[in-house]
């Protein structure tokens, strides 16, 4: 497989205004992440991973350097581009889920391919295919309030996947979920990564991650502390949950 | 390649999705759906009565027998201009009635908003989803107002002049009157929602989606 870069931040920079003070959350960030790899972010809480995070995902713009998605530079896209991008190339999964509550799973599956042109009936097949493949094959009409959060998460994933994006962005996918509810979605993520051959990028403080991940980005106070690969961590597992 | 690049870049929302969705959010808020759609027909109703009471009196001055329409031609104008007054502060209480709640189920909502940009949703969708239920809240409301304006309004004048009202039922211009409020019923609420409409689909989706309600 050549090793060509999904995504790559280049001295990325974010400051918000508190009032007249700029708060700088990230202070510049080089990354790049290669595709079909498995990220994990990790950083204690504000720390600036999600700022990074919505940078990644084209949902905020940086306030200096730049991030290629895909070799483009998300700052010179207009609004339709950002959401052509948002519908093809990424796909989202949320710590709280977020699925819309009035449709069904195969329904809420199905929107990001209406969005994206396909016919209803085309969308309706591949929907329920993706479904099957996360294991919910025989719930496809429930509402999300009428499944578990283990279930409403794997919708997501299937939702997340539903136009073959190149990145998939689970910003604390099992912050909501017990232990082994948890475990199932991460396996289930690194199924899907090595499966399609998408990226993966988690920004999370689950040490669960930590075993599947390729790599793993720490961020301290918005710079990036250190890139660890995969062999050197799982030492680290160990401790934890010796723990 | 360019080119081609344009053509698959292509984002939409099927007029029928958009239906299916917007129809889905009412059943399930159907409270908030009731709120806004009784709102148009209460000041769609007033409308309706007062212009077909016009209606009514006009008739009678002209085809009515000599005592009645001599006793109705007395001060018409200024209780027209009176009634005008009314029916106006009706509609705008109406107005900014449906703004509010929109507004409300727009911070409702936000989350959902949210997740749909996300998934590719254009500003342009949101609007047409808020939109589109705000016209079905218009149409329903006002057509259901203007009914009932007219029939209240015949019920009334059938107990204060009997019969006579067949006669001189005055058919065209309430079915005019008809049409005009069910226009400006189903407008005002289009336009009630715009606002609210505009300010969702300027969210941006990262903000939308951190917001909780």
Request: glycine letters at 8%; hydrophobic letters at 45%.
């Amino acid at each position: 497989m050549a090793k060509e870069a999904i995504v790559r931040t280049i001295g990325v920079k974010k400051s918000f205004m508190l009032g007249k003070v700029p708060l700088h959350v990230l202070k510049g960030i080089d990354i790049e992440i290669l595709k079909g790899e498995y990220i994990s972010i990790m950083g204690p809480s504000g720390s600036g991973k999600t700022t990074l995070f919505n940078m990644i995902g084209g949902l905020d713009k940086p306030s200096e350097g730049k991030v290629y998605i895909d070799e483009v530079d998300i700052a010179q896209l207009d609004a339709y581009e950002l959401a052509w991008l948002r519908c093809r190339k990424i796909g989202y999964i949320f710590q709280t889920f977020n699925l819309i509550p009035v449709m069904s799973a195969l329904e809420n599956v199905m929107l990001p391919m209406i969005f994206g042109g396909l016919s209803t009936d085309d969308a309706r097949n591949k929907s329920r295919m993706l479904l099957e493949s996360v294991g919910l094959g025989e719930r496809v009409n429930h509402k999300p309030l009428e499944l578990s959060g283990g279930q409403q998460q794997r919708v997501a994933i299937a939702r997340a996947l539903a136009n073959d994006p190149a990145i998939i962005l689970a910003d604390e996918p099992t912050g909501n979920l017990d232990l082994k509810t948890g475990k199932e979605i991460i396996n289930l993520l690194r199924e899907m990564n090595k499966e399609k051959c998408v990226s993966i990028i988690t920004a999370t403080h689950d040490l669960k991650m930590l075993d599947v991940s390729d790599r793993v980005i720490w961020l301290r106070d918005g710079i990036i502390e250190r890139v660890e690969d995969r062999e050197n961590i799982t030492i680290k597992v160990g401790e934890v949950e010796g723990e | 390649m360019a080119e081609q690049k344009k053509i698959e870049k292509q984002l939409s929302l099927p007029l029928k999705n958009a239906v299916q969705m917007s129809v889905r959010n009412m059943k399930v808020r159907f409270g908030r759906a009731i709120i806004i759609t009784t709102s148009i027909l209460l000041g769609i109703a007033f409308l309706t009565s007062v212009r077909a009471g016009n209606a009514f009196n006009m008739s009678l001055i002209l085809n009515g027998p000599e005592e009645i329409s001599s006793l109705l031609a007395v001060d018409i104008a200024e209780v027209n201009a009176r009634q005008g007054w009314l029916v106006s502060l009706s509609l705008l209480v109406c107005i900014v009635g449906i703004i509010n709640a929109m507004l409300m189920s727009v911070t409702e909502r936000s989350k959902e908003i949210g997740t749909m940009k996300c998934l590719g949703a254009l500003d342009k969708f949101i609007v047409e989803l808020f939109l589109l239920e705000s016209l079905a809240h218009g149409l329903i409301g006002s057509i259901a107002g203007a009914i009932i304006g007219v029939l209240t309004m015949t019920v009334v004048y059938l107990i204060q002049y009997g019969g006579l009202i067949f006669q001189i039922f005055p058919t065209v211009v309430i079915v005019k009157d008809v049409l005009f409020s069910i226009l400006l019923g189903t407008f005002l609420a289009v336009v009630g929602a715009l606002y609210p409409a505009y300010i969702s689909a300027k969210m941006e989706p990262a903000e939308a989606i951190r917001r909780e309600v």
